[in-house]
Protein backbone atom coordinates (compact mmCIF):
# COMPACT_ATOMS: atom_id res chain seq x y z
CA UNK A 1 0.00 0.00 0.00
CA UNK A 2 1.16 3.53 -0.78
CA UNK A 3 0.12 7.27 0.85
CA UNK A 4 -0.75 10.33 -0.97
CA UNK A 5 -1.45 12.40 1.55
CA UNK A 6 0.07 14.50 4.06
CA UNK A 7 -2.16 14.05 6.93
CA UNK A 8 -0.74 10.12 6.62
CA UNK A 9 2.49 10.74 6.10
CA UNK A 10 2.15 13.14 9.36
CA UNK A 11 1.43 10.49 11.08
CA UNK A 12 4.70 8.89 11.23
CA UNK A 13 6.67 12.16 11.49
CA UNK A 14 7.80 12.84 15.20
CA UNK A 15 5.47 16.01 15.49
CA UNK A 16 7.67 18.58 17.46
CA UNK A 17 7.35 20.64 14.43
CA UNK A 18 12.01 20.88 15.69
CA UNK A 19 12.14 23.13 11.93
CA UNK A 20 15.66 20.46 11.66
CA UNK A 21 14.22 20.25 8.14
CA UNK A 22 13.85 23.69 7.00
CA UNK A 23 10.42 23.09 7.10
CA UNK A 24 8.41 25.32 9.73
CA UNK A 25 6.08 22.02 11.02
CA UNK A 26 5.86 18.58 10.26
CA UNK A 27 2.79 18.84 8.34
CA UNK A 28 4.23 21.15 5.78
CA UNK A 29 7.23 18.82 5.98
CA UNK A 30 4.84 16.07 5.03
CA UNK A 31 3.69 17.79 2.10
CA UNK A 32 6.79 18.05 0.67
CA UNK A 33 7.29 14.22 1.10
CA UNK A 34 4.12 13.29 -0.78
CA UNK A 35 5.32 15.69 -3.42
CA UNK A 36 8.75 14.13 -3.46
CA UNK A 37 10.03 17.78 -3.01
CA UNK A 38 11.95 16.88 0.10
CA UNK A 39 13.22 13.53 1.33
CA UNK A 40 12.45 11.69 4.10
CA UNK A 41 16.02 11.67 5.89
CA UNK A 42 16.06 15.64 5.79
CA UNK A 43 13.83 14.97 8.81
CA UNK A 44 17.01 14.25 11.06
CA UNK A 45 15.09 13.52 14.37
CA UNK A 46 13.77 10.70 12.90
CA UNK A 47 16.53 9.17 11.98
CA UNK A 48 17.69 8.37 15.61
CA UNK A 49 17.17 4.75 17.20
CA UNK A 50 13.88 6.01 18.94
CA UNK A 51 12.24 6.56 15.14
CA UNK A 52 13.70 3.63 13.54
CA UNK A 53 10.81 1.56 12.84
CA UNK A 54 8.75 4.51 11.81
CA UNK A 55 11.25 5.77 9.91
CA UNK A 56 11.37 2.31 8.34
CA UNK A 57 7.76 2.24 8.06
CA UNK A 58 6.92 5.26 6.09
CA UNK A 59 9.84 4.39 3.93
CA UNK A 60 8.20 1.63 2.63
CA UNK A 61 4.82 3.82 2.07
CA UNK A 62 6.34 6.15 0.35
CA UNK A 63 8.14 3.57 -2.29
CA UNK A 64 6.92 4.69 -6.12
CA UNK A 65 4.39 2.39 -7.89
CA UNK A 66 7.45 1.11 -10.43
CA UNK A 67 10.58 0.65 -8.69
CA UNK A 68 13.03 2.71 -9.37
CA UNK A 69 16.65 1.12 -10.98
CA UNK A 70 19.83 2.25 -10.35
CA UNK A 71 21.95 1.34 -13.60
CA UNK A 72 25.93 2.45 -13.47
CA UNK A 73 28.09 4.24 -10.68
CA UNK A 74 28.99 7.24 -9.51
CA UNK A 75 28.17 11.34 -10.69
CA UNK A 76 27.01 8.99 -14.40
CA UNK A 77 24.29 6.78 -12.59
CA UNK A 78 21.20 6.25 -14.41
CA UNK A 79 18.46 6.09 -12.17
CA UNK A 80 15.09 4.83 -14.38
CA UNK A 81 11.45 4.67 -13.03
CA UNK A 82 10.08 5.46 -9.85
CA UNK A 83 6.85 7.09 -11.54
CA UNK A 84 3.24 7.06 -9.23
CA UNK A 85 1.23 8.42 -11.76
CA UNK A 86 -0.05 7.75 -15.88
CA UNK A 87 -0.51 10.83 -16.36
CA UNK A 88 2.57 13.81 -15.99
CA UNK A 89 -0.29 16.33 -15.19
CA UNK A 90 -2.03 14.38 -12.14
CA UNK A 91 1.88 15.21 -10.64
CA UNK A 92 5.00 14.82 -13.01
CA UNK A 93 7.29 11.75 -14.60
CA UNK A 94 10.08 11.25 -12.36
CA UNK A 95 13.58 10.14 -13.54
CA UNK A 96 13.48 10.69 -17.69
CA UNK A 97 13.80 8.20 -20.46
CA UNK A 98 17.42 7.64 -20.65
CA UNK A 99 19.24 6.91 -24.18
CA UNK A 100 21.41 4.74 -24.61
CA UNK A 101 23.37 4.66 -27.89
CA UNK A 102 24.68 1.61 -29.36
CA UNK A 103 28.25 0.19 -30.28
CA UNK A 104 28.83 -3.38 -31.40
CA UNK A 105 31.32 -5.88 -31.16
CA UNK A 106 32.73 -5.63 -34.63
CA UNK A 107 33.36 -2.38 -34.92
CA UNK A 108 37.48 -1.28 -35.18
CA UNK A 109 39.11 -0.12 -32.33
CA UNK A 110 39.24 3.48 -33.50
CA UNK A 111 35.71 3.23 -34.90
CA UNK A 112 34.33 2.38 -31.39
CA UNK A 113 36.59 4.72 -29.44
CA UNK A 114 35.19 7.53 -32.24
CA UNK A 115 31.87 6.36 -31.65
CA UNK A 116 31.60 6.12 -27.82
CA UNK A 117 33.42 9.75 -27.58
CA UNK A 118 31.15 11.31 -29.96
CA UNK A 119 28.38 10.02 -27.55
CA UNK A 120 29.43 11.04 -24.52
CA UNK A 121 30.58 14.52 -25.70
CA UNK A 122 26.89 15.25 -27.52
CA UNK A 123 25.13 17.59 -25.71
CA UNK A 124 22.59 20.31 -27.25
CA UNK A 125 22.48 23.92 -24.84
CA UNK A 126 18.44 24.40 -24.69
CA UNK A 127 16.52 26.80 -22.13
CA UNK A 128 19.38 27.38 -19.87
CA UNK A 129 20.51 23.23 -19.91
CA UNK A 130 22.65 20.71 -21.74
CA UNK A 131 20.73 18.26 -23.27
CA UNK A 132 22.78 15.36 -23.21
CA UNK A 133 22.45 11.06 -23.56
CA UNK A 134 23.01 8.52 -20.65
CA UNK A 135 24.60 5.49 -22.05
CA UNK A 136 26.31 2.83 -24.52
CA UNK A 137 24.77 -0.27 -24.92
CA UNK A 138 27.43 -2.68 -26.47
CA UNK A 139 25.97 -5.28 -28.87
CA UNK A 140 27.08 -8.60 -29.29
CA UNK A 141 27.36 -9.06 -33.42
CA UNK A 142 30.14 -11.42 -33.07
CA UNK A 143 28.80 -13.72 -30.96
CA UNK A 144 32.10 -14.34 -29.65
CA UNK A 145 32.58 -14.13 -25.61
CA UNK A 146 36.55 -12.72 -26.32
CA UNK A 147 35.37 -10.72 -29.09
CA UNK A 148 32.56 -9.42 -26.46
CA UNK A 149 35.02 -8.59 -24.00
CA UNK A 150 37.69 -6.54 -25.33
CA UNK A 151 35.37 -4.33 -26.47
CA UNK A 152 33.45 -4.00 -23.30
CA UNK A 153 36.85 -3.26 -21.98
CA UNK A 154 37.48 -0.64 -24.48
CA UNK A 155 34.54 0.93 -24.05
CA UNK A 156 34.41 1.15 -20.08
CA UNK A 157 38.22 2.60 -20.37
CA UNK A 158 36.64 5.61 -22.81
CA UNK A 159 33.51 6.36 -20.64
CA UNK A 160 32.46 6.59 -17.51
CA UNK A 161 28.79 6.49 -19.11
CA UNK A 162 26.60 3.48 -17.48
CA UNK A 163 26.97 0.20 -20.14
CA UNK A 164 24.58 -2.04 -21.55
CA UNK A 165 25.66 -5.36 -22.58
CA UNK A 166 23.67 -6.77 -24.90
CA UNK A 167 23.47 -10.88 -26.03
CA UNK A 168 21.31 -13.73 -25.48
CA UNK A 169 23.94 -15.94 -24.73
CA UNK A 170 25.44 -16.10 -20.91
CA UNK A 171 28.69 -16.95 -21.74
CA UNK A 172 29.03 -13.97 -23.80
CA UNK A 173 27.08 -11.61 -21.02
CA UNK A 174 29.25 -13.30 -18.60
CA UNK A 175 32.52 -11.95 -20.23
CA UNK A 176 31.87 -8.88 -20.51
CA UNK A 177 30.59 -8.81 -16.44
CA UNK A 178 33.48 -9.78 -15.41
CA UNK A 179 35.19 -6.50 -16.90
CA UNK A 180 32.31 -4.37 -15.74
CA UNK A 181 31.08 -5.87 -12.57
CA UNK A 182 32.06 -2.44 -10.62
CA UNK A 183 30.38 -0.72 -13.18
CA UNK A 184 26.87 -1.91 -12.23
CA UNK A 185 26.08 -2.49 -16.06
CA UNK A 186 22.22 -3.75 -17.07
CA UNK A 187 21.85 -7.09 -18.60
CA UNK A 188 19.71 -7.06 -21.93
CA UNK A 189 18.40 -9.99 -21.89
CA UNK A 190 17.16 -12.69 -20.35
CA UNK A 191 14.46 -14.31 -22.50
CA UNK A 192 12.47 -17.51 -22.21
CA UNK A 193 15.69 -19.64 -23.60
CA UNK A 194 18.14 -18.51 -21.27
CA UNK A 195 16.71 -16.69 -18.18
CA UNK A 196 17.95 -19.69 -16.14
CA UNK A 197 21.77 -18.94 -16.44
CA UNK A 198 21.14 -15.18 -16.92
CA UNK A 199 19.23 -15.09 -13.44
CA UNK A 200 22.16 -16.79 -12.44
CA UNK A 201 25.04 -14.01 -13.73
CA UNK A 202 22.58 -11.18 -12.14
CA UNK A 203 21.89 -12.77 -9.07
CA UNK A 204 26.09 -13.64 -8.43
CA UNK A 205 26.97 -10.27 -9.44
CA UNK A 206 24.00 -8.04 -8.21
CA UNK A 207 23.24 -6.36 -11.47
CA UNK A 208 20.32 -5.56 -13.28
CA UNK A 209 18.89 -7.07 -15.72
CA UNK A 210 16.24 -6.64 -18.64
CA UNK A 211 13.43 -9.68 -19.25
CA UNK A 212 12.73 -9.87 -22.75
CA UNK A 213 9.10 -11.48 -23.93
CA UNK A 214 8.21 -9.77 -27.12
CA UNK A 215 4.20 -9.21 -26.99
CA UNK A 216 3.69 -11.63 -24.62
CA UNK A 217 2.67 -9.81 -21.60
CA UNK A 218 1.94 -13.15 -19.50
CA UNK A 219 5.49 -14.48 -20.45
CA UNK A 220 7.16 -11.16 -19.01
CA UNK A 221 5.16 -11.14 -16.07
CA UNK A 222 5.96 -14.74 -15.09
CA UNK A 223 9.03 -14.10 -15.30
CA UNK A 224 9.32 -10.97 -13.08
CA UNK A 225 7.56 -13.06 -10.96
CA UNK A 226 10.78 -15.78 -11.10
CA UNK A 227 13.48 -13.67 -10.90
CA UNK A 228 12.12 -11.92 -7.72
CA UNK A 229 11.32 -15.04 -5.75
CA UNK A 230 14.82 -16.16 -6.89
CA UNK A 231 16.34 -12.94 -5.57
CA UNK A 232 16.14 -9.81 -7.43
CA UNK A 233 13.84 -7.35 -8.17
CA UNK A 234 16.62 -4.76 -10.32
CA UNK A 235 14.78 -5.59 -13.10
CA UNK A 236 13.42 -3.90 -16.61
CA UNK A 237 10.72 -5.13 -18.68
CA UNK A 238 10.86 -5.47 -22.69
CA UNK A 239 7.45 -6.13 -23.49
CA UNK A 240 9.17 -5.80 -27.27
CA UNK A 241 9.21 -2.86 -30.03
CA UNK A 242 8.13 -3.93 -33.14
CA UNK A 243 8.12 -0.37 -35.36
CA UNK A 244 6.13 -0.87 -38.16
CA UNK A 245 2.46 -0.90 -38.94
CA UNK A 246 -0.24 -3.07 -36.69
CA UNK A 247 2.67 -4.44 -34.51
CA UNK A 248 3.61 -0.89 -33.90
CA UNK A 249 0.26 -0.23 -32.52
CA UNK A 250 0.56 -3.46 -30.80
CA UNK A 251 3.86 -2.10 -28.93
CA UNK A 252 1.84 0.58 -27.85
CA UNK A 253 -0.74 -1.01 -25.85
CA UNK A 254 1.84 -3.06 -24.84
CA UNK A 255 3.96 -0.56 -22.87
CA UNK A 256 0.46 1.05 -21.76
CA UNK A 257 -0.82 -2.49 -19.98
CA UNK A 258 2.32 -3.04 -18.52
CA UNK A 259 2.34 1.01 -17.17
CA UNK A 260 -1.18 1.32 -16.35
CA UNK A 261 -0.68 -2.23 -14.36
CA UNK A 262 1.34 -1.33 -12.00
CA UNK A 263 0.28 1.84 -11.45
CA UNK A 264 -2.52 0.44 -10.30
CA UNK A 265 -0.73 -1.65 -7.80
CA UNK A 266 0.41 -5.19 -9.62
CA UNK A 267 3.95 -5.34 -7.80
CA UNK A 268 4.90 -8.35 -10.16
CA UNK A 269 4.77 -6.29 -13.33
CA UNK A 270 6.17 -2.82 -11.07
CA UNK A 271 9.30 -2.46 -13.40
CA UNK A 272 11.04 0.24 -15.16
CA UNK A 273 10.19 -0.84 -19.47
CA UNK A 274 12.72 -0.84 -21.81
CA UNK A 275 12.10 0.18 -25.60
CA UNK A 276 14.28 -0.75 -28.80
CA UNK A 277 13.76 1.99 -31.34
CA UNK A 278 16.58 0.20 -32.93
CA UNK A 279 14.53 -2.47 -34.08
CA UNK A 280 13.47 0.29 -37.16
CA UNK A 281 17.15 -0.69 -38.47
CA UNK A 282 16.04 -4.38 -38.78
CA UNK A 283 12.62 -3.15 -40.71
CA UNK A 284 14.37 -0.73 -43.12
CA UNK A 285 16.64 -1.17 -45.73
CA UNK A 286 17.45 2.53 -46.20
CA UNK A 287 18.72 4.39 -43.36
CA UNK A 288 16.80 7.55 -44.12
CA UNK A 289 13.61 5.65 -43.25
CA UNK A 290 15.58 3.26 -40.68
CA UNK A 291 16.71 6.43 -38.53
CA UNK A 292 13.48 8.52 -39.13
CA UNK A 293 11.36 5.74 -37.77
CA UNK A 294 13.55 4.94 -35.13
CA UNK A 295 13.15 8.55 -34.00
CA UNK A 296 9.35 8.33 -34.62
CA UNK A 297 9.18 4.89 -32.35
CA UNK A 298 11.54 6.47 -29.58
CA UNK A 299 9.65 10.00 -29.47
CA UNK A 300 6.45 8.04 -29.26
CA UNK A 301 7.31 5.35 -26.40
CA UNK A 302 9.35 8.30 -24.55
CA UNK A 303 5.84 10.00 -24.29
CA UNK A 304 4.37 5.96 -23.43
CA UNK A 305 5.92 4.64 -21.44
CA UNK A 306 9.60 3.59 -21.96
CA UNK A 307 11.92 4.67 -19.26
CA UNK A 308 15.34 3.52 -20.68
CA UNK A 309 16.23 2.54 -24.84
CA UNK A 310 18.43 1.55 -27.09
CA UNK A 311 19.22 3.74 -30.08
CA UNK A 312 21.18 3.68 -32.94
CA UNK A 313 21.03 6.93 -35.01
CA UNK A 314 23.95 9.26 -34.01
CA UNK A 315 22.91 12.16 -36.75
CA UNK A 316 21.98 15.32 -34.85
CA UNK A 317 18.52 15.25 -36.64
CA UNK A 318 17.50 12.14 -34.96
CA UNK A 319 18.95 12.61 -32.20
CA UNK A 320 17.49 16.54 -31.29
CA UNK A 321 13.62 15.33 -31.57
CA UNK A 322 14.58 12.80 -29.49
CA UNK A 323 16.03 15.27 -26.61
CA UNK A 324 13.52 17.51 -27.32
CA UNK A 325 10.29 15.47 -26.43
CA UNK A 326 12.25 14.46 -23.84
CA UNK A 327 13.01 17.48 -22.25
CA UNK A 328 9.01 18.04 -22.57
CA UNK A 329 7.84 15.63 -20.93
CA UNK A 330 9.91 15.38 -17.94
CA UNK A 331 9.88 19.04 -16.95
CA UNK A 332 7.88 19.36 -14.12
CA UNK A 333 4.14 20.63 -14.65
CA UNK A 334 4.07 22.18 -11.47
CA UNK A 335 6.93 24.64 -11.39
CA UNK A 336 7.45 26.69 -14.60
CA UNK A 337 10.59 26.67 -15.80
CA UNK A 338 12.43 29.59 -14.75
CA UNK A 339 16.00 32.16 -14.60
CA UNK A 340 16.31 33.90 -11.43
CA UNK A 341 14.68 37.10 -11.95
CA UNK A 342 17.85 40.42 -12.09
CA UNK A 343 19.18 42.27 -14.75
CA UNK A 344 21.77 40.18 -17.34
CA UNK A 345 24.54 41.86 -19.64
CA UNK A 346 23.94 40.50 -22.90
CA UNK A 347 27.59 41.28 -24.66
CA UNK A 348 29.59 43.98 -23.55
CA UNK A 349 26.85 47.05 -22.67
CA UNK A 350 27.86 50.44 -21.53
CA UNK A 351 26.14 53.57 -21.32
CA UNK A 352 24.14 53.77 -24.65
CA UNK A 353 23.33 49.82 -24.67
CA UNK A 354 19.15 49.47 -24.74
CA UNK A 355 17.61 48.28 -21.35
CA UNK A 356 15.54 45.77 -22.84
CA UNK A 357 12.50 43.89 -20.62
CA UNK A 358 11.47 40.33 -20.53
CA UNK A 359 10.22 37.90 -18.04
CA UNK A 360 11.79 35.03 -15.98
CA UNK A 361 9.99 31.97 -18.24
CA UNK A 362 13.55 30.57 -19.20
CA UNK A 363 11.83 29.88 -22.56
CA UNK A 364 11.69 33.73 -23.09
CA UNK A 365 14.40 34.39 -21.56
CA UNK A 366 16.56 32.37 -23.36
CA UNK A 367 14.94 33.04 -26.66
CA UNK A 368 15.10 36.93 -26.45
CA UNK A 369 18.86 36.95 -25.05
CA UNK A 370 19.93 34.35 -28.25
CA UNK A 371 18.03 36.72 -30.31
CA UNK A 372 20.09 39.61 -29.25
CA UNK A 373 23.25 37.61 -28.93
CA UNK A 374 23.26 36.06 -31.91
CA UNK A 375 22.71 39.57 -33.64
CA UNK A 376 26.10 41.00 -31.63
CA UNK A 377 23.17 43.49 -29.51
CA UNK A 378 25.48 44.71 -26.21
CA UNK A 379 22.20 45.41 -23.92
CA UNK A 380 20.94 45.11 -20.29
CA UNK A 381 18.08 42.25 -20.40
CA UNK A 382 15.69 42.78 -17.15
CA UNK A 383 14.56 39.14 -16.58
CA UNK A 384 10.76 40.48 -14.13
CA UNK A 385 9.95 37.97 -11.68
CA UNK A 386 6.45 36.28 -13.00
CA UNK A 387 6.47 33.84 -11.27
CA UNK A 388 7.96 31.87 -14.46
CA UNK A 389 5.41 33.27 -16.83
CA UNK A 390 5.52 34.21 -20.06
CA UNK A 391 4.93 38.36 -21.52
CA UNK A 392 1.55 37.71 -22.44
CA UNK A 393 -0.22 35.63 -20.12
CA UNK A 394 2.12 37.92 -17.26
CA UNK A 395 0.48 40.62 -18.38
CA UNK A 396 -2.93 39.44 -18.52
CA UNK A 397 -3.27 37.44 -14.96
CA UNK A 398 -1.12 40.61 -13.55
CA UNK A 399 2.14 38.99 -12.75
CA UNK A 400 3.76 41.55 -15.42
CA UNK A 401 2.88 45.15 -14.05
CA UNK A 402 4.43 48.19 -13.48
CA UNK A 403 5.22 47.78 -9.65
CA UNK A 404 6.91 44.62 -10.49
CA UNK A 405 9.27 46.47 -12.72
CA UNK A 406 10.07 49.08 -10.61
CA UNK A 407 10.67 46.69 -7.90
CA UNK A 408 13.03 44.45 -9.97
CA UNK A 409 15.00 47.75 -10.83
CA UNK A 410 15.08 48.35 -7.25
CA UNK A 411 16.30 44.97 -6.29
CA UNK A 412 19.00 45.06 -8.63
CA UNK A 413 20.43 48.42 -7.83
CA UNK A 414 21.02 49.60 -11.14
CA UNK A 415 20.42 53.03 -11.59
CA UNK A 416 18.96 53.93 -15.04
CA UNK A 417 19.72 57.63 -14.63
CA UNK A 418 23.67 57.35 -13.51
CA UNK A 419 23.96 53.81 -15.20
CA UNK A 420 22.74 54.73 -18.81
CA UNK A 421 22.80 58.20 -21.09
CA UNK A 422 19.19 57.65 -22.07
CA UNK A 423 16.76 56.68 -18.75
CA UNK A 424 14.86 54.35 -21.14
CA UNK A 425 13.29 51.23 -20.91
CA UNK A 426 12.32 49.12 -23.47
CA UNK A 427 9.07 46.70 -22.71
CA UNK A 428 8.42 43.82 -25.14
CA UNK A 429 5.45 44.73 -27.81
CA UNK A 430 3.13 42.20 -26.15
CA UNK A 431 3.51 44.69 -22.27
CA UNK A 432 2.76 47.55 -24.10
CA UNK A 433 -0.32 48.30 -22.17
CA UNK A 434 1.97 49.10 -19.24
CA UNK A 435 3.94 51.91 -21.07
CA UNK A 436 2.07 55.08 -19.24
CA UNK A 437 1.72 53.12 -15.79
CA UNK A 438 5.92 51.80 -16.41
CA UNK A 439 6.88 55.34 -16.71
CA UNK A 440 4.76 57.10 -14.17
CA UNK A 441 6.54 54.31 -11.50
CA UNK A 442 9.83 54.15 -12.53
CA UNK A 443 10.12 58.34 -13.83
CA UNK A 444 12.40 56.53 -17.18
CA UNK A 445 11.20 57.24 -20.84
CA UNK A 446 9.62 53.57 -22.20
CA UNK A 447 9.55 52.43 -25.70
CA UNK A 448 7.94 49.69 -26.81
CA UNK A 449 9.90 46.80 -29.06
CA UNK A 450 8.40 44.69 -30.76
CA UNK A 451 6.52 41.78 -29.68
CA UNK A 452 8.69 38.96 -31.29
CA UNK A 453 12.10 38.95 -30.20
CA UNK A 454 13.27 37.87 -33.15
CA UNK A 455 12.30 41.86 -34.86
CA UNK A 456 14.60 43.34 -32.14
CA UNK A 457 17.58 43.85 -34.60
CA UNK A 458 15.49 45.70 -37.45
CA UNK A 459 13.57 47.51 -34.08
CA UNK A 460 16.83 48.41 -33.24
CA UNK A 461 17.55 50.15 -36.49
CA UNK A 462 14.88 52.47 -36.31
CA UNK A 463 14.64 52.91 -32.87
CA UNK A 464 18.01 52.68 -31.20
CA UNK A 465 18.91 55.52 -30.06
CA UNK A 466 15.85 57.10 -28.93
CA UNK A 467 15.09 60.85 -30.03
CA UNK A 468 16.25 62.95 -27.34
CA UNK A 469 12.72 64.69 -26.01
S1 LIG B 1 12.72 18.02 11.12
FE1 LIG B 1 11.17 16.43 11.34
S2 LIG B 1 10.35 16.78 13.38
FE2 LIG B 1 11.39 18.64 12.81
S3 LIG B 1 9.82 19.94 11.81
FE3 LIG B 1 10.83 18.80 10.19
S4 LIG B 1 9.54 17.01 9.98
FE4 LIG B 1 9.02 17.85 11.95
Redesign the pocket.
Known amino acids: MKINSPLEAYKY ?18 AHLIDRSMKLT ?5 LEEKFKKKFKELDKLLEPEIREIEIGVGEKIAKIGGDDVLYRHKLTFFNQTKFAYDVWDTMDEEELVERVNYIQNFKKFYVGNFLTVDMIAIRSVSDDPERFASTVKKVLETTELPVILCSFNHNVLKAGLELAKDRNPLLYAANKNNWKEVAELALKYDVPVTLFAPDDLDLLKSMAKTFAEMGTEKLVLDPGTFPTGKQLKQTFTNFTKVRRAGIDGDREIAYPIMAVPFTAWMAHDDPVSASYWETVVASVLTVKYGDIMILHSTEPYAMLPELHIRDTIYTDPRKPVTVDPGMYKVGSPDKDSPVLVTTNFALTYYTVESDIASNKIDCYLWAIDTDGIGVEAAVAGGQLTAAKVKKGIDESGFDLKKDTSHNTIVLPGLAARLQGDVEDETGASVLIGPADSGRIPGWMEKNWPPQKK
Do not use: I, V
Open positions: LPATNCGKCGEQTCMAFADCTPL
